[in-house]
């Protein structure tokens, strides 16, 4: 039985999740043995659209990717949500879409349509008001008690730290269930956010390469008092990187022999798919 997010989080170590934006991410996350996955808005704007994390993916385009990743791997799922694509009712039917197409957490950040990724400049915030009124409208339209709503605020790089602290300590009583302080850019600020809150919730750390954040490992974010990490485009990152080269190689040389080291080849991927089983279960019911 595989614990939920929330049991994961009881425990002591840290729950580290990789950022993941479709099905076969997904399947290679858990053959790693990870407990927990992250659905990466930004991943999927860098990876079906070739576009920046500037809010050009729909709600219906994330719900669809939550229903093709769960019908293929059983981990708890944390959901980038952006901003719940709207006012406190489109949250609310956000949370409910996303619940039944099989997240287990729902992430809800306190940016302004057009949201942008949180290591991106020229953020603009609705007010705490306005966004405390959307936790409590995700926390009501939730059906399992065990959904966790994660409240993000981005307003570090736009008000300040302390006004970051203050909008946070806000979302959590209205019922935030993970808080998630986007883009400190020193330790001493990330000391200070655990200090605030590490005792009352469970606190997210982003680690994005090349971001605002000063980069650590899961121990060292556990050893300051964060419960759970992301590394949500580091897959896609990754992805490009590897692909920029096989294309290289592939225009260069005509083939892709010298570059079979570097990819499964065909045995192997339907080895990782489980396509035999797949086959075999098909033939049970042919009559």
């Known amino acids: 039985m595989i614990p939920s997010l929330k049991q994961q989080l009881v425990h002591p170590d840290i729950v580290l999740a990789p950022g993941i934006y479709d099905a076969l991410g997904a399947l290679l996350a858990q053959e790693a043995g990870f407990s927990t996955l992250y659905l990466s808005g930004a991943s999927i704007a860098y990876s079906k659209f070739a576009s920046p994390d500037i809010g050009l993916v729909s709600m219906n385009e994330v719900a669809a990717t939550i229903s093709s990743i769960k019908e293929r791997i059983n981990l ?107 883009a400190p850019t020193s330790l001493e600020q990330m000391k200070t956010i655990n200090s605030r809150f590490a005792s009352k919730v469970p606190l997210l750390a982003n680690m994005v390469e090349g971001g605002k954040t000063p980069f650590m490992s899961s121990e060292e974010l556990q050893k300051l008092g964060y419960s759970l990490v992301i590394f949500p485009g580091g897959l896609a990152r990754s992805f490009a990187f590897m692909a920029r080269q096989y294309f290289n190689v592939l225009k260069r040389e005509g083939s892709t022999e010298s570059f079979q080291n570097m990819m499964l080849d065909f045995k192997e991927l339907n080895s990782l798919l489980g396509t035999e089983k797949i086959l075999e279960k098909g033939k049970s019911y042919q009559l």
Request: glycine share 8%; with cysteine.
């Open 76 to 182: 708890p799922l944390i959901v980038d949500a952006d901003t719940g694509f709207g006012n406190a009712m489109n949250v609310a039917r956000t949370v409910r879409l996303f619940e039944r197409y099989g997240a287990n957490a729902i992430q809800l950040e306190d940016q302004e349509l057009p949201k942008r990724c949180g290591h991106l400049d020229g953020k603009r915030l609705v007010s705490g008001d306005e966004m405390s009124g959307k936790i409590k409208a995700a926390t009501d339209a939730r059906e399992d008690v065990n959904t966790l709503i994660i409240a993000r605020t981005d307003a570090i790089a736009v008000e300040g730290f302390e006004s970051a602290l203050e909008r946070v300590y806000h979302y959590y009583e209205a019922g935030a269930d993970i808080l998630f302080i986007e």
